[in-house]
């Protein structure tokens, strides 16, 4: 297994690889998906081993010092759930400069050695769109040919996919999974079976497979015990409040 020998500090640094696009100077730059609009202005991640950050690539010079430092002298932990003890200080260093940011973040995972077979799945194709009419956006990103996200396998009920999952980000070395569930099918235990089956794949196939959410999402959450994913560490993004929603 690729990822056993990666260490949990590394795999932060290759999931915020796979989260942002970043510029020759380290800065992140934009969400790394199709459409994915500008990087938050400050990204901060945390591990037992280790913390790492990010600073937006437009940032003043000054304020990114500013950002840098707050950021160093956060200690390390391993209570993963824990807020930066600078973090009101981070928020007003980006006030003085107009920037106003919501907190945004939630736990990192990684799969276990052993990835069970939850069950059957369906591997959505240009062949068979059909299946996603109840799951649209799926259905227009396989017409846009984005390949590089698959695998994209749904559980299929009475001839509809009713759960989904495909690489939602991605490098050359990790993908994290994107899992929907059509409203009126959650609850089922459907996703953590296209989840398993996707993540399968992902190692099969050479890249480390991940898993992120947010510390709101408690059915996401769920997913990740029901298949006993090991959370390595956390994210923490400062997104503008103006484009928060975005």
């Given at each position: ?33 199709p ?38 002298r ?41 990835i ?57 070395r ?52 029901k298949?006993?994913l ?14 928060a929603?975005?």
């Amino acid at each position: 297994m690729i990822e056993s020998s990666v260490s949990d500090l590394d795999l932060l640094e290759l999931q915020v690889r796979a989260l942002f696009t970043h510029d020759s100077n380290g800065r992140i730059v934009a969400i790394n998906e199709p459409g994915g609009g500008q990087a938050p202005p400050f990204f901060f991640g945390r591990t037992a081993a280790g913390n790492l950050w990010r600073v937006r690539h437009d940032i003043p010079t000054s304020l990114a010092g500013a950002l840098v430092d707050l950021a160093a002298r956060e200690p390390v932990t391993n209570e993963l759930d824990a807020l930066p003890v600078g973090l009101g200080e981070i928020k007003a260093a980006l006030a003085e400069h107009g920037l106003q940011v919501t907190v945004s973040g939630g736990p990192a995972y990684r799969f276990p050695s052993v990835i069970r077979d939850l069950g059957g799945v369906t591997p959505i194709t240009a062949d068979n769109l059909h299946l996603l009419g109840q799951m649209e956006a799926y259905r227009l990103d396989v017409e846009a040919g984005l390949a590089e996200y698959e695998p994209r396998l749904a559980v299929v009920v009475d001839g509809a996919a009713v759960a989904i999952c495909n690489s939602a980000r991605l490098t050359d070395r990790v993908a994290e999974a994107g899992v929907d569930t059509v409203e009126a099918y959650r609850g089922r235990g459907y996703a953590p079976v296209v989840v398993a089956a996707w993540a399968r794949e992902i190692r099969e196939s050479g890249r480390i497979p991940l898993y992120s959410t947010s510390w709101e999402n408690h059915a996401s959450q769920a997913v990740a015990r029901k298949l006993g994913l090991v959370a390595y560490g956390a994210d923490l993004s400062l997104v503008e409040v103006d484009s928060a929603s975005s």
